[in-house]
Nanobody, 126 residues
Framework: QVQLVESGGGLVQAGGSLRLSCTASGRTFSSYSIAWFRQAPGKERQLRQFVAAISWSDSSTYYLDSVKGRFTISRDNAKNTVYLQMNSLKPEDTAVYYC????????????????WGQGTQVIVSS
């Protein structure tokens, strides 16, 4: 069982930055790939959009095309934490951001993840 808690969301102006954190319980955190998804207002859970992921094995990273060069995902296994550094934020990045854990290999598919956090709201004003 893995429990995830996100933090770091908030209100920021376009062009600004935020750093989201996802802290996990459990002693096997290093065996899980972690992803960030976002859910825009009015969208259903199954339509959560893949944003970024970091693999369990070699910390390879994967990104949604529209966030490449602006967002950076990283992990600190000693702290059971994954970070999402978001720079040059745009109004279209506004959403609730969720972290999710999947044993071993990463996936960009929302249904592939077994564990989810409660989400953290990000609002980017124009």
């Amino acid at each position: 069982q893995v429990q995830l808690v996100e933090s770091g969301g908030g209100l920021v102006q376009a062009g600004g930055s935020l750093r989201l954190s996802c802290t996990a319980s459990g002693r096997t955190f290093s065996s899980y790939s972690i992803a960030w998804f976002r859910q825009a207002p009015g969208k259903e859970r199954q339509l959560r959009q893949f944003v970024a992921a970091i693999s369990w094995s070699d910390s390879s990273t994967y990104y949604l095309d529209s966030v490449k060069g602006r967002f950076t995902i990283s992990r600190d296994n000693a702290k059971n934490t994954v970070y999402l550094q978001m720079n040059s934020l745009k109004p279209e990045d506004t959403a609730v951001y969720y972290c999710a854990a999947r044993f071993h290999d990463y996936s960009a598919y929302v249904g592939a993840y077994d564990y989810w956090g409660q989400g953290t709201q990000v609002i980017v004003s124009s």
